[in-house]
């Protein structure tokens, strides 16, 4: 079956760092692109990064500069590492995959925490 399995996320002072990772299923054999998403309560989700076949990136304004996303494509998983995080970083993140369909396919969340 299709599974995306993230890891990485925890609680974390302000100013630390982690790394999140997303390992996808071998039920995906095709992937376009894979990202990362977060949500905060209250808030719509957005997209913090990104990355597509070609190793084009995008990244939220507000994260550029502190968090890197990369890809090891022969482990179906892409990565997210966070610097400098702030409180607002706080808020479920969730990875997102794409195949060459272009179906979509979203991992489970994880929380990540920042604060003191």
């Known amino acids: 079956q299709v599974q995306l399995v993230e890891s990485g996320g925890g609680l974390v002072q302000p100013g630390g760092s982690l790394r999140l990772s997303c390992a996808a299923s071998r039920g995906i054999f095709s992937i376009y692109s894979m990202g990362w998403y977060r949500q905060a309560p209250g808030k719509q989700r957005e997209l913090v990064a990104d990355?597509?076949?070609?190793?084009?990136?995008n990244y939220a304004d507000s994260v550029k500069g502190r968090f890197t996303i990369s890809r090891d494509n022969a482990k179906n998983t892409v990565y997210l590492q966070m610097n400098s995080l702030k409180p607002e970083d706080t808020a479920v993140y969730y990875c997102n995959v794409a195949d060459s369909g272009r179906v979509t396919y979203w991992g489970p969340g994880t929380q990540v925490t920042v604060s003191s």
């Open positions: 990355t597509s076949n070609g190793g084009r990136t």
